[in-house]
């Protein structure tokens, strides 16, 4: 609904389009990101069709954060989300590798090891430090 009453300066709220998106993803069968989302099983909490229900769960977007799923095999819900930056957005991909109980590339980071050595050595079975 566009009628959400949640504008900055006559443009959607961050925090709207979020929610917006977020809907898109796991219910529009032609959007292009619906193979990641709806398409395999994820959906929304039915308390969260309506926008006002979703911004007192989760609040305002916070500047430089967005929506994230904590278990990406898991629903939208309150339980479930947060708001996360970049980085743990980007550490929290299905295609993450865990090593040693931490992400490989951190575990590469740390050991001042570059990061496509690490992924090589880890996809060829090769002990990752020597």
């Not at 929304?44 to 967005?66: C, H, I, K, N, S």
């Not at 970049?86 to 575990?107: C, H, K, T, W």
Request: aromatic share 12%.
């Amino acid at each position: 609904p566009l009628k959400h009453g949640h504008t900055i300066q006559g443009h959607r709220s961050r925090t709207f389009n979020s929610w917006r998106t977020m809907w898109a993803r796991c219910t529009s069968r032609k959007g292009i990101h619906w193979s990641g989302y709806g398409g395999r099983g994820i959906s929304v909490d039915p308390r969260w069709q309506e926008f006002a229900v979703f911004l007192a769960d989760m609040g305002e977007r916070p500047a430089g954060r967005t929506l994230d799923r904590i278990d990406n095999m898991k629903d939208y819900t309150y339980a479930n989300c947060r708001w996360a930056t970049p980085v743990e957005q980007a550490s929290n991909r299905r295609d993450s590798i865990m090593f040693d109980g931490v992400l490989l590339r951190r575990y590469a980071e740390d050991r001042h090891i570059g990061r496509s050595t690490a992924y090589y050595r880890y996809h060829h079975n090769l002990p990752i430090v020597r």
